[in-house]
């Protein structure tokens, strides 16, 4: 079945800069690859997700890469800001495999 | 709103007892997917269902049971509760899955079990 990893398990950033969080995955079938932001007791929400026909998506500060050949796939946040602040996890496959996540601290 | 409604909201069980989850997927979703997040983790698969039929299941044992009904709400049983079971219980619903959407998760059930 799917395995996904993700790195790193804590960022921190000071305000402005860029985060990056990277995944990947085992099962070369999968063709679905989401990102979703969780807030501390709130659900998990999806903010971009990118399918197997595409390298890279944009959606304004937040874009993510995909290499199938590698099967890795990463989060890209420009410009954090502190609400940027939460766990972020990436998953893979149409019945989606988390990895562990990641708890992004963004500084002001 | 994102429109997955789950109930009840928290919930306390003691171990051996028996428990039933509920979720109401947003309008026209037809398929509905179950997932236990335990404490500080990442959401584990349990299973998914689409137009009532079981369409996969991850490594939980077979305490861990679910319907889905004509109006595609769903259920998630779990028998025989034990002290590990205690998690977030999140159901998401999507569109086909062909038609390339993607899974909108309910607020969940937080499920303690002493």
């Known amino acids: 079945g799917e395995n996904v990893e993700q790195h790193p398990s804590t960022l921190s950033v000071q305000e402005g800069d860029s985060a990056v969080i990277k995944c990947t995955y085992s099962?070369?079938?999968?063709?679905?690859f989401p990102w979703y932001k969780q807030e501390l007791g709130k659900r998990p929400q999806l903010i971009i997700d990118?399918?197997?026909?595409?390298g890279e998506k944009k959606d304004q500060r937040i874009a993510v890469t995909l290499n199938k050949t590698a099967k890795h796939f990463s989060l890209h946040i420009t410009e954090t800001q502190p609400e940027d602040s939460a766990v972020y996890f990436c998953a893979a496959g149409d019945k989606l495999v988390f990895g562990a996540g990641t708890i992004l601290r963004v500084k002001s | 709103e994102t429109g997955v409604t789950q109930s009840p909201t928290h919930l306390i069980k003691t171990r051996g007892q028996q428990v039933t989850l509920r979720c109401s997927s947003q309008?026209?979703?037809?398929?509905v997917s179950w997932y236990q997040q335990a404490l500080g983790q990442g959401p584990q698969f349990i299973f998914q269902?689409?137009?009532?039929?079981?369409?996969g299941r991850g490594n939980f044992p077979p305490r861990f049971s679910g319907l889905q009904f004509p109006n595609y709400s769903s259920e998630l049983n779990v028998n025989a509760l034990e002290l590990d079971d205690s998690a977030l219980y999140l159901c998401a619903s999507s569109l086909p899955w062909a038609a390339g959407y993607g899974y909108t998760f309910g607020s969940g059930t937080r499920l303690t079990v002493v």
């Open positions: 099962d070369s079938a999968s063709n679905y």
């Open positions: 269902y689409y137009r009532e039929e079981e369409n």
């Open positions: 990118i399918r197997s026909n595409v």
């Open positions: 309008s026209g979703h037809n398929t």
